[in-house]
């Protein structure tokens, strides 16, 4: 069993839809949880991260953290073409080390 | 400010070779990681270095080793390469490394083929 779990899509939503992209993982231990955006062939780009439970709004997008149910959700309001790309969840144990674990990835495609 | 660099951004081996992969950090961060993302697939941890010391190693094997030079960049060495090792490299660098006190930056990274 994976660590974190991610359905690998593909994700296919007409412009202006809301998405809803979604984690699950199995150590309740790790405290810190990000989402990545990566375009293809390119480096991934952090788009939120969170600590611990709760929910954090930036502009089009909200990460919520459910530790209690090991859960982990991105929302995109009014998506648009140019959101088309592969999400990463990632999230990491400790204050002391770096290392992301990161989920398979969900392609999105967002069709005019 | 420059990103986060990584050269070659093309490599094309055969199995058996050596390779370097060589990642140049956001300036100001001390903290370069390392990740393999085969196609399809989440990166994954390789190895973190900080301040030149190891961090941190995934669970790869002894053909995959790094340095983190004075200057902070860093090189990823794969010796007797396989066609498994085929994959997207990727570096990422961070002021220090901790989870609670920055993000991790990745670059393009590096398209390895082994054939």
């Known amino acids: 069993q994976k660590e974190v779990e991610q359905d690998p899509g593909p994700l296919s939503v007409p412009e202006g839809a809301i998405v809803s992209l979604n984690c699950t993982y199995s150590?309740?231990?790790?405290?810190?949880f990000m989402w990545y955006r990566q375009y293809s062939r390119k480096g991934p780009e952090l788009l939120m991260y969170?600590?611990?439970?709760g929910n954090k709004e930036d502009g089009r997008f909200t990460a919520q953290v459910d530790k209690s149910s090991k859960y982990i959700s991105l929302f995109i309001r009014d998506s648009q073409p140019s959101d088309s790309a592969t999400y990463l969840c990632?999230?990491?144990?400790?204050?002391?080390?770096?290392?992301?674990?990161f989920g398979q990835g969900t392609t999105l495609q967002v069709k005019p | 400010d420059a990103g986060v660099t990584q050269s070659p951004t093309h490599l094309i081996k055969t199995r058996g070779q050596h390779v370097t992969l060589r990642c140049s950090p956001i300036?100001?961060?001390?903290?370069v990681s390392w990740y393999q993302q085969v196609l399809g697939q989440g990166p994954q941890f390789i190895f973190q270095?900080?301040?030149?010391?190891?961090?941190g190693r995934g669970n790869f094997p002894d053909r995959f080793s790094a340095r983190q030079f004075p200057n902070y960049s860093s090189e990823l060495n794969v010796n007797a390469l396989l066609l498994g090792d085929s994959a997207l490299y990727l570096c990422?660098?961070?002021?220090?490394?901790?989870?609670?006190?920055?993000?991790?930056?990745f670059g393009p990274g590096t398209r390895l083929t082994v054939l």
């Open positions: 969170t600590y611990s439970s």
């Open positions: 990422a660098s961070s002021l220090v490394g901790g989870a609670n006190t920055d993000t991790q930056y």
């Open positions: 300036s100001g961060h001390k903290s």
């Open positions: 270095y900080y301040e030149k010391e190891e961090r």
């Open positions: 990632a999230m990491t144990l400790s204050s002391n080390t770096g290392k992301l674990i």
């Open positions: 150590n309740s231990a790790f405290q810190y």
